[in-house]
């Protein structure tokens, strides 16, 4: 019996192990490749080189790198606080009073999300251009011009509402009993209980935000604007890219949604309900 | 009470976001793009590539500001794809808000954006003497007889080969100077079966080499119309198919499957030589080891009468739009791109790169030998082969047609009838189109 | 859904009237944005699929773009390669999230986070990397072949990029490994909410960990898996960067998606605004036929 315990624990760390290299090693690579002339990261070297600083200096010479990632965090952590927040809110409102007009409203919400990105580009770009004749510090080239459209997104109210099917009724109807308000019941029994759930709109919402290309490309005019993935896409745009500084680059600007992840992930913890109760 | 409250507070810290966001961009406005539509003397342009049409154009800009010191120039840097998406954009949505004065367009391009948004850009035959350049780049930019482009790098192709592996296959270069396809064909099987070294390398989907013949033969995809898909007919067009899978059925070619595995191609020694656009340069001399291995040969011509040897690949020329201060756009490209040897001699010296301008071939910058090159005057070379280059009509489908017939290609590399797969092409062109 | 009992009927029927009133206010704000920004620019495209032409000189067609739909090669063959991604790789990537979902939220599992960590690196790693790594990867004299035949799997080296059967499997492989860990959080957020007693009956009971699996794990996430396979089928319906960064849409077209076709119409030819929109449409109408299907499927049966 022991023995046999033993036996799985060792299947599954080897699982995990190997598993993880598999999905590390291009990680791996774009590290390496940091250390590397532009030459060596085309052949696919794999070894350190002696090449950094060459690399890090051309990151900081020809890009405003800084800046980029103060634009994207700002967007990004914008974005995220107020698109879980107000999206949540729908899932909530979706979900706990259901209606026959809320379903309605419901389903075309989500036949907002099937459309692709590049189809709706062109209207709202002329959106933007008449908000932009309006209240230009939202409009085109502004950084809330990147978040808005972002704000409440099908996706999200999507996702909110089939976490709140496992959400336990009783909770509620304990919060109302206790003269809790509608808001009060979200504010103060949803959000909390909802912690992993929030943990993972808020990790994905992040990341999105922090790799949006499209739009931003479309939006930011001024260099002095442009996030992160605008920023790589110009270092790239040579008959020669200089890829050992891409690569670097790109593993500044990775590092911090991967601790964003890190931290958040903590919020997986099993029996997260029963600590309410 | 606690709801509104909460309610109001929400509302009002969702406000402060955007509204600091707005404002943290107020400040910056001074400095920013405005300049398209506020600041008399300061133009905004988009392009791409930082090593060469970043740095022509900032050379350009110190060579305009000596005689307007007010001058100031915007330089927005993005990849070509980027460039066209905002293009796209932003003029179809018609709105003008963040444009730039100046863009850089691809010349197989060109009609297609002049012709989907007309009276978006400026003419510029009054800015400079269009007579000056050579035909084929100022054709590309001219839409219902009027010239709308400056015209920039020169596109003009050559026969990049590494002499030290021809010589131990028992070539010269002499060998391949102005030699045909069918000759080229004949010497890289020789050469792959006695070193072991692949010819040339391409990648099946990009069919840039079959433009290249194309335009040595005089012409393209379409008829003179620009519109009418030419396939079936197109002899040199077949003549380059065949070319093609006899390079690849013989083992000469090395397949590649995008730009980075090109580029190790070449760096890593895997092939003797690179048909292609002088734009290539700053590629192929990255590697200093091979420094004094490489020459340049023109680019082998077709079996087909009129057939020369120079042909043109991608190069790319300037455009105006159509918004304030397009008076200024037009005479900073008139009096620097448009008539100034001086400048493309700084432009050859400090970036080698070939204009399309006439007069500027004679210039001393163009004399040079080049070591990396074992001792040939490249930029002369070039210069001299830009004003033998064909013109023909590009029109406005040079890619939709390239990516039919890539599959056609790709049905003809795997055995159908050449007949059938560009038949098949020309129908599908003709119903799409 | 009201279970409450029946006392004081009538002073809760008033304050459920407050409620149900304040659960529309929740509702109305994202609606609010989500009509400005998703349905306004949606009806424009509507409207505008109706017109064909180059650029601004669009024509009105009434329905001509969707006719020319059928008859269009390479429409078609992006949505036949785009299903072929759909069916493969779906139902192997929510498996396999699933799989690593329950395995990295075992309790006694040591170093959990950096594990968590590394299997969602690949949904962050710039697709400039990755894609510059795969192709490396699955070169013709790439590790994998060297392996590959090393194992003597194959004789022959796989031309993973240069055939049109072998580069769809690539791009399955790719997204598989760039969103199993994206997914995988999804899973992992909702086990949190799955009350551990459930399982300590079933061991109690002698049920395995496979009868765990699929008696209790799957049942009690089927509102989170509908929502990852519903949002999965979006996505890879709408399919570009992968294509786009690792083949091109080559070799030919054997691996051109729908998604990449609308860029190839409004960017990359001459810009037919008109008929991209259409094309965007066809993604439309078959995302709402599967979604619909799904949300069958998901439905629980009452």
Redesign the interface.
């Known amino acids: 019996m022991k023995n046999q315990i033993l036996m799985k624990k060792i299947l ?1 760390y080897a ?2 192990i190997v ?2 290299i ?6 791996y ?2 590290i390496v ?1 940091v250390t590397n002339p ?2 060596d ?4 070297q794999l070894l350190p080189g002696t090449h950094f600083m060459e690399n890090l200096r051309t990151v900081f010479e ?1 890009t405003d790198i800084v800046n980029a990632i103060g634009n994207s965090s ?2 990004a952590i ?1 974005q995220t606080f ?1 698109a879980i ?3 949540s ?2 899932g ?3 979900e ?4 026959k007009g ?1 379903e309605i ?1 419901y389903t ?22 008449m908000i ?1 004749s309006v ?10 011009g990147v ?3 972002y ?5 999200l ?3 909110f509402r ?2 709140a ?3 336990s ?1 009783e909770l509620l ?1 304990a919060g109302r009993i206790d003269g809790l ?4 019941l ?2 103060r029994v949803f959000m909390p209980t ?1 912690k ?2 929030y ?2 709109a808020g ?2 919402t992040f ?1 999105n935000s ?2 949006n290309y499209l739009w931003p ?2 939006i930011l ?5 442009y996030t992160v ?2 920023v ?3 270092l ?5 890219p200089d ?1 050992g500084a ?2 670097l680059a ?1 593993l500044i ?2 590092i911090p ?2 601790l964003i ?2 931290l958040l ?10 600590s309410i109760k | 009470m ?2 509104k409250k ?2 109001l507070t ?1 509302s009002a810290s ?1 406000l402060l ?3 600091a ?6 400040t ?1 406005e001074g ?3 405005e300049g398209a539509t506020g600041e008399p003397d300061q133009l905004t342009v988009w392009t ?5 049409n970043v740095r022509a154009l900032e050379i350009a800009e110190e060579t305009y500001k000596e005689d307007n010191p007010e001058f100031e120039l915007n330089i ?5 794809d ?1 460039v066209i ?2 293009l796209n ?2 003029l ?4 003008e ?2 444009l730039p004065n100046i863009v850089f367009i691809e010349d197989y391009r060109a009609q297609s954006f002049l012709n989907s948004y007309p009276g978006s850009f400026v003419p510029l035959e009054e800015y400079y003497n269009v007579e000056d350049f050579a035909d084929y780049k100022t054709k590309a930019g001219t839409y219902e007889d009027e010239v709308y482009n400056v015209p920039f790098d020169s596109g003009v192709t050559g026969l990049y080969v590494r002499t030290d592996i021809l010589e131990e296959a028992g070539y010269t270069l002499e060998d391949v100077t102005d030699i045909t396809w069918d000759e080229y064909v004949e010497i890289g099987k020789d050469v792959t079966e006695k070193t072991g070294i692949k010819w040339m390398t391409n990648d099946h989907n990009d069919l840039g080499i079959i433009r290249v013949m194309m335009q040595s033969s005089g012409v393209w995809l379409t008829e003179e119309d620009g519109q009418t898909p030419y396939i079936t007919e197109n002899e040199s067009l077949r003549l380059g198919f065949e070319t093609y899978k006899e390079l690849f059925d013989s083992g000469a070619m090395n397949v590649h499957n995008d730009w ?2 090109f ?2 191609a070449f ?2 020694g895997e092939v003797a030589t690179v048909p292609t656009g002088n ?2 340069t ?2 192929i001399t ?2 200093d080891s091979q420094s004094g291995d490489w020459a340049i040969a023109p680019i082998p011509r077709q079996t087909i009468e009129g057939s020369v040897n120079a042909s043109n690949l991608g190069g790319s020329s300037i455009y105006v739009l159509n918004i304030d201060n397009n008076e200024l756009a037009g005479e900073f490209l008139g009096s620097t791109f448009g008539s100034d040897v001086d400048f493309y001699q700084e432009l050859a010296t400090q970036i080698n790169a070939i204009g399309a301008y006439e007069p500027a071939a004679e210039g001393e910058a163009y004399q040079v030998e080049s070591e990396f090159f074992g001792g040939q005057m490249v930029n002369s070379n070039f210069a001299e082969w830009t004003q033998e280059i064909p013109e023909v009509e590009f029109g406005e489908n040079t890619y939709a047609i390239e990516d039919i017939l890539a599959v056609a290609l790709q049905d003809y590399l795997n055995g159908a009838d050449l007949n059938d797969v560009l038949e098949s092409a020309q129908q599908q062109a003709e119903s799409s189109l | ?1 009201t ?2 009992p029946t006392v004081k009927k009538k002073k809760l029927g008033k304050l459920e009237k ?3 009133i ?6 109305i ?6 009509v ?7 009806i ?2 509507l409207w ?1 699929s109706l017109h064909s032409g180059a650029g601004i000189g669009l024509e009105f067609v009434g329905i001509e773009n969707y006719k020319r739909l059928f008859n269009d090669q390479a429409f078609l063959t992006a949505v036949k390669n785009t299903f072929i991604f759909f069916i493969f790789q779906i139902p192997v990537m929510i498996f396999l999230a699933l799989i ?1 979902s329950v ?5 006694a ?1 040591r170093f959990k ?1 950096l ?12 697709l ?3 894609s ?3 192709k ?2 699955f ?1 013709n004299n ?1 590790i994998v072949n060297q392996v590959l035949m090393f194992l003597n799997l194959t004789n022959d080296p796989i031309l993973w990029l240069g055939d049109p059967f072998w580069a769809k499997v690539l791009i399955v492989i790719a997204i598989t ?1 760039r969103w199993t ?2 997914n995988m ?2 899973y ?9 007693s459930i399982y300590e009956a079933a061991r109690i009971d002698g049920a395995s960990s496979f009868q765990q699996f699929f008696k209790i794990t799957i049942p ?1 996430l089927r ?2 898996i ?2 990852t396979s ?2 999965s089928t ?1 996505g890879t319906l ?1 399919l ?1 960067d992968e294509p786009m960064n690792l083949t091109g849409g080559g070799p030919g077209n054997a691996t051109t998606t ?2 990449q076709y ?2 190839n119409l ?1 960017f990359q030819y001459t810009p037919n ?1 008109g008929y ?2 259409a094309v ?2 066809s ?2 109408f078959f ?2 036929v599967l ?1 619909i299907i799904q949300f069958r499927l998901g439905r629980e049966k009452k």
């Open positions: 599954m699982f995990i598993t993880c598999m999905f590390f090693f291009p990680f690579f774009l490749s532009s030459i990261v085309t052949r696919g020809t700002l967007v914008g107020i927040f107000i999206s809110l729908a909530y409102g979706f706990v009073h259901p209606s809320k409203v075309l919400i989500l036949g907002s999300m099937m459309i692709p990105f590049a189809a709706l580009m062109v209207p709202l770009f002329r959106l933007f251009g932009s209240a230009p510090s939202i409009g085109i080239d502004t950084l809330a978040m808005l459209p704000f409440s997104t099908a996706f109210i999507f996702f089939q976490n099917k496992m959400f009724k109807e308000s509608e808001l009060g979200f504010l909802m992993t759930t943990a993972a990790i994905v990341m922090w790799n490309l479309v005019q001024n260099p002095k604007n993935p605008l790589i896409s110009a790239g745009s040579g008959y020669t890829y891409i690569m790109i600007t990775t949604t991967a992840f890190f992930q903590k919020y997986f913890v099993a029996g997260m309900i029963g | 606690f709801n909460t309610a929400l969702a976001v955007l509204t966001c707005g404002g943290g961009n107020d910056e400095e920013g793009l791409w590539d930082p090593n060469f927005v840097e993005n990849s070509q980027d998406q905002r954009t932003s179809s949505s018609g709105v808000t963040g980075d595995q580029l190790q760096n890593n734009w290539i700053p590629s990255a590697e | 859904m279970k409450q407050k409620r149900k304040m659960s529309w206010a929740f509702v704000i994202p609606t609010f944005f989500i400005v920004f998703y349905f306004y620019p949606m424009q495209s505008l690593f395995v990295l939220n075992n309790k599992l986070g594990f968590r960590t590394l299997v969602f690196l690949p949904s962050i790693t710039s400039v990397a990755y510059l790594i795969f490396y990867l070169a790439g490994w860990g994206y959080i999804f992992l957020s909702a086990l949190q909410n799955v009350d551990p009690m509102p989170v509908l929502f519903i949002t979006i709408q570009f729908i998604s609308i860029y409004s605004f991209a929109a965007s449409y993604i439309v995302v709402i979604t």
